[in-house]
Nanobody
Framework: QVQLVESGGGLVQAGGSLRLSCAAS????????MGWFRQAPGKEREFVGLVRWSSGTTYYTDPMKGRFTVSRDSAKNTVNLQMNKLKPEDTAVYYC?????????????????WGQGTQVTVSS
């Protein structure tokens, strides 16, 4: 049974940093793309970034470049999201997800496994 379990969320002041982790289990993820998404209240789920498990290469859309860094630790079977210089508008539930798609999937429909999410709240 595939499980993705996020951790590391919490309350942080604007300008601060948080590091989220996603523990992946239940199968080999070497052929997968691991993505991070976020969803703020009343908004659609939004792509943050991804990492290709086998190569470690990453992709971000332009709004996410610079403050967010996705990485994977193959030895620990975890995917991480480092978030710096956080802003109140970064407040959302952050989700880890796994995709078998090729290229750079940024839409939720490309991801087949999802974690339960972890809340990040940035105070002003």
């Amino acid at each position: 049974q595939v499980q993705l379990v996020e951790s590391g969320g919490g309350l942080v002041q604007a300008g601060g940093s948080l590091r989220l982790s996603c523990a992946a289990s239940g199968r080999t993820f070497s052929g997968y793309i691991m993505g991070w998404f976020r969803q703020a209240p009343g908004k659609e789920r939004e792509f943050v970034g991804l990492v290709r498990w086998s190569s470690g290469t990453t992709y971000y859309t332009d709004p996410m470049k610079g403050r967010f860094t996705v990485s994977r630790d193959s030895a620990k079977n975890t995917v991480n999201l480092q978030m710096n210089k956080l802003k109140p508008e970064d407040t959302a539930v952050y989700y880890c997800a796994a995709s078998r798609s090729v290229g750079t999937p940024t839409d939720t429909r490309s991801y087949v496994y999802w974690g339960q999410g972890t809340q990040v709240t940035v105070s002003s």
